[in-house]
Every structure is written in C-alpha cells, then in structure tokens.
C-alpha cells in the first residue's frame, strides 16, 4: 500500500511558483471594508503571498436556506487580486448556519449519551446527514462555479479540521451500511466483534449501533470499526466537496487542513486523497520540547505528503486561547519555529488568522496583525519573517528533505490500542511516539514516517516504537524489510493483536517473537508513574515485561533486580532489536544512535551544541537555535547564509533563537 502518489498530484508548486509561501486565514466578514484597504496595505508590507478565505463564512454567503451573498467576496477576490494576493479558497462546510440545525434538526450530531451538539459553537454538522452533504454540496458547487475562472483562486481548502463525530440515528444506519460492506455477513460480524463474550451476538442488522451509553465497558472491535466508519465518513464529505471543485478547476490543488496527530482521521488515507497535504500546528511556546513536537508533526507532514512539499496551513503568531494557561512567543520564536517547518519541507507557512479578532470566541487568540496593531511587536516580527521568506523562497522552494529512518505510524493501530480495560491506561501511544522521535531527533537523526504497510526498501532503518495491532501483510511485510537486510527496531506492545483486536496466540505474532528471539511472552508488568524498571546501564520506564528468551538472540540487556531480575529487557537477533521497556530519554538515544550507526546512518552534523537542530533540504542546510544563549557551531567549508548573505568560514554563530540557511 502506498497512500500517496505524488506523481499523480496537482503538485503545491504549481501554487508556490518558487516561492515558499506566506500568509493565513483571513476573516474579513468580521470588518467593515475600511479595514479591508488597511489589511491589504499591511499584508503589502508583510510581503504576505496567499490568504484563505472563506473558512467559516456560510451564514455570510447563505444568510437564509438557498441565499446567496457573493457580492463581498467578489469584492475581496479582486482586492487580493489587484494586490498581487493568492487565494486560498475555503468551502465554508465546517460551520453550518443556525437556520440549519433549527430547520433541519437531523444535520445536528449526538454523542454517545445521546446529547445533541447544538449550533453556537462551530462544527455541529453530522456527517451522516443526507440534509447536511446535500447543503454542504450546493454551496460548494456554487463557490465552485462563481471563483472557477477567477485569476486570485490558486488552492482549494475543503471544510476546516474535519474531527465530528455521530452517534445518533442516520449515523447509525450509515454505521450499519458501512459494517455490511466490510463484512458481509452478519455472521462475520459476530466473529470479529467477539460478540460471544457477554452474550452480544446480533440477530439483526438493525440490532447493531454506534457505540453508546453503556453500562460497562463496550465492545472493543465495535469500538475500532466505529473509529474507522468515523474517518471513512468524513472522508466522503470531504471527498464530496473535492469532487465538486475539480470539476469546475481540474488544474487546481485541493487540500483540507489535519490537525497533528489527530486520532479522528486515518491521515495516510486521507492524505492520497489530497493533492496538498496541510497541517495546523501549535506547539506550546513554554514547553521546553515544543521544537520536538513541531519537528514530529513536520516530519508526519511531510511523509504524508509523499516526501515532497507541504503546508503549514495555520500556526499561531502569538498566544492561543485554548490552554489553560496561554503564553505568547518570546522574540524570534515565530521566525524560528517557522523556519523549522520550512527547513523539514513546508512550502507555505501560514497562520490562524490575519487580524485578531475583537469579537466571538477567539478574540485572545493572536493573529499577524495583534490587537496591538501596526506597531505592535508581533506585526514587526511577522513582517520581518515575510521578508526572510521571500528571500530564501527561490532557493527553498520545492525541494525535497532527505531520511534514511521511517518511524511507523498506524491509525489502526493506534485506535485499538487507545481504549479502556487495557494492562496500563497509561501507554498513550502518541506519549510513546514523541519518547521516540525526541531520541532520534535530539541525535540529530532525520526521520520520516511511514505506513507498516509502505514500501520502506528506502530506509536503513526502520523504528517502531509500537504497533498494538499488526495485520498478517503489515507483519510479513516487516519480516521482509529485515530479510532484506533492514534494521528493525521495536517497542513494546507490538503485534499483540491482528486486525479485529483479536489477541494474537502467545500475546504477542509468532513470527515477530521468532524474528526477536522471544520463546514466551509470560507477563506485562507496566510501570506506575515515577516507578521504574531497572536494567543494566539504564532504567526502563512505563512497562516492562516478563520474557523468555530462545536464545538464539545475539545480544540481550538485562532487567537488574526485582521480579524481572536477569530477564532480557532488550534482545537483538541479527538486524532485529526489541525494546521490552522505555529506556529513560537519554538512554533510549543512546540505543537509537549506536543502532542508526551500524545501518549506517549519519547524523545530519556533527558535535552540535545542545539546542541546536541540523536539517538538510536538499544541498541546503539548516541550523536552527532552540536555546537563548549564544553559540557557535562548527561547519567544516566556506558557506553562504541566505537569510542574511553572510559567508561563514569553519564556524556559524547563532544568537538566541538564531537560524540560518547555509549553502556551501
Ligand atoms: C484551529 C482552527 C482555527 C482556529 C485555531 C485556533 O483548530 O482550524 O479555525 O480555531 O485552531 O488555534
């Protein structure tokens, strides 16, 4: 399987033209159009190339049922235009107006209790709703048709976040139709649900249910369909709505927005159905690993998008408003965070929103223009990075970051693993990712990520840091890779179910204990917070286990003390590692880094200071300093600086949240 095909893509460049792109939603139906010429003015002055209209206007476009008020955005398309301006043209299918939900009560999603989501917020539509995707198809039909030829429209952007879910009636039936499709039978059904235990075999489709309010835990295989029918249905709408807009532009890009690590959509399916992958990302400027965060999410960007370019679609320029408690970015940290996303292979870097709102519920949420105006330090910075990224842009744009590590990633996986009634309900998988991506990134080791199923002859090294659920192809496909020579290393929790959460025989795949040199899994011992496994040289952390070797491993690193004593903790066979526990951070990098050296991988440089990330893009190569204090990094050669056309000979010096793009 390989989810994308960029080839076959209506590629960013087209959009990007040698650019790397700068700009963001832009929410003008909130102002009078006084402050329209203002913006343009100001986005002039930012050197801003692209904004995204349209996100949230449909009670604007359809005030009543059939209505429509073009006439603004017409206005709008042609300042943008006339201004040198792209735009990003929204469907606005993400926010229903109330006259929907109070005519058509049936466009409204229930969750599990059977409690409606109102309309006053934003994203009440249910995706099962025949009313919904019939008005959610006719205003993106006539968006579509009015902007077709319209010479600002460059990129379309479907929906916004799509992350609904539906428990209610029509969900339920469409939940049905989608089960009678995957299994056929109600037999097969009864099988892979398990619905012998606790007396749940059905007798009728109509019987079967989304899962709600119950008394107990639910059934687990239920659980996991549901999460699939989820993203396979918003998949439909937003299939829907692309559909739409290629037959009025066939030539333009279509997109919609992930948010990082979002467990609501299957991303490697979604993402062969775009032409453009984009994210929104956040990282929390007070977390001390927010550049880690960016990194990984950068990184999933951009292997969802097949290696090639991506974009940010929304960051933010200042403070959120949705943490408890919200910081603004010190000085710097918006160029350099943003400079990070370009160095991993964003071809566009935009943001929630051009102007901060003085009204509704993000009105503490920053945007380019602050509430502190023109003057206002946050515009000044934006201003500064949009010049920086016009000048790097020619030199940047389209060009491709280099990995000789996949990191694999499954939603499946991830869903059945996320539930309740589990040995430790502290294992969060997305904890156990970030633990193993900050190990390698913090080596200063490129990393993409990849589906279990993707080719992966590419990578030298192939890194796990757990796959609950394995099917059979996903698991003969790893066995392949380490045949072929790969190194494979894997965390815990690994192969434990197949498809259906059906428990594999032994607790964990036969074929990947004999691939690890595992004769009995006996017992999982998870770890409580703050309790550790102690192992020889290290001590584990979250889990640990009680294995029995068949000792044909070649290397083992022992458990020391207590229950576990003398057990293997990590066994190596070959080319094939496996990691019984989570090694504390520093010797989980440890591991990783003498493991990527003898497959072969290099660090991007080194002997870097701490703080400092390397990335290459091509022959470019990026340095980005994360800490505060000055420092010099060593560079071998004579280079040239892009953002500042500076040479440096053997030494970079990077100030406090320094960057800099280096040619030799
Ligand atoms: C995103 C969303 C934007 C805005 C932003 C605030 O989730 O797409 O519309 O709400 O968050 O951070």
Known sequence: MNA????????????????????????????????????????????????????????????EPGAREFRWLDTLMDLMHDHGIDVVLATPTASPPPWMGRLHPDTLPRDADGRTEWWGGRQHFSHSSATYRRYAAAITEDLAARYAGHPALTLWHINNEYCTYDHGDEAAAAFRRWLRERYGTLDALNTAWGTAFWSQGYDTWDGVLPPRRAHYLTNPAQLLDF???????????????RDIVRRHTPHLPVTTNFMPLWSGQDAWRWAGEED????????DPRDPLGAQHGALVQDMTRSQAGGGPWMLMEQAAGPVNWRGVNHPKPRGLNRLWSLQAVA???????????????????????????????????????????????????????????????????????????????????????????????????????????????????????VVPQLYALTDAATDHL?????????????????????????????????????????????WWPLEAGETAPCDGFDGTLWSEEIESDDTADETIPYVGGELDGLPAVLRRGRAWYLSTLPEPDALRALLTRIATDAGVRPVLAGLPADVEAVRRGDLLFLLHHGREPVVVDVPGTHHDLLTGTAHTDRVPLGRYGAVVLRS
Not at 386 to 405: K, S
Not at 480 to 491: F, I, P
């Open 344 to 462: 991993r292979g964003a071809d566009a870097i935009h943001y929630f929103q051009w102007r901060q709102s003085r009204q509704g519920a993000e009105k503490f949420h920053s945007g380019m223009v602050s509430h502190a105006g023109e003057h206002g330090r946050t515009f000044q910075e934006v201003v500064e990075l949009g010049a920086d990224l016009a000048r790097i842009g020619p030199e940047v744009a389209g060009r491709r970051v280099g990995a000789d590590i996949a990191v694999l990633h499954d939603w499946d996986a991830w869903w059945a693993s996320a539930q309740d009634g589990r040995p430790s309900a502290r294992v969060d998988l997305p904890d156990v990712l970030h633990a193993w991506h900050r190990a390698l990134w913090e080596a200063h080791l490129t990393t993409d990520f990849a589906h279990p199923e993707h080719d992966l002859g590419g990578y030298r090294l192939v």
């Open 4 to 63: 994308s095909h960029p080839s076959q893509r209506r590629s960013l460049d087209a959009v990007t033209r040698g650019r790397v792109l700068f700009g963001g939603d832009y929410n003008p139906e909130q102002w009078p159009e006084e402050t329209w010429r203002e913006d343009v003015r100001l986005m002039r002055r930012a050197r801003v190339t692209s904004v995204t209209l349209g996100v949230f206007s449909w009670s604007t476009i359809e005030p």
């Open 276 to 283: 453009v992958v984009s994210v929104d990302l956040y990282p």
């Open 479 to 523: 066995l392949a890779y380490v045949r072929a020579g790969g190194t494979l290393v894997s965390g815990f929790l690994t192969g434990v179910a197949d498809q259906d959460d059906r428990v594999r025989e032994g607790g964990m795949d036969a074929r990947l204990r004999a691939l690890f040199g595992i004769r009995t899994l006996h017992e």
């Open 227 to 241: 999460r699939r029918f989820t993203s396979d249905m918003l998949l439909e709408c937003f299939r829907a709505e």
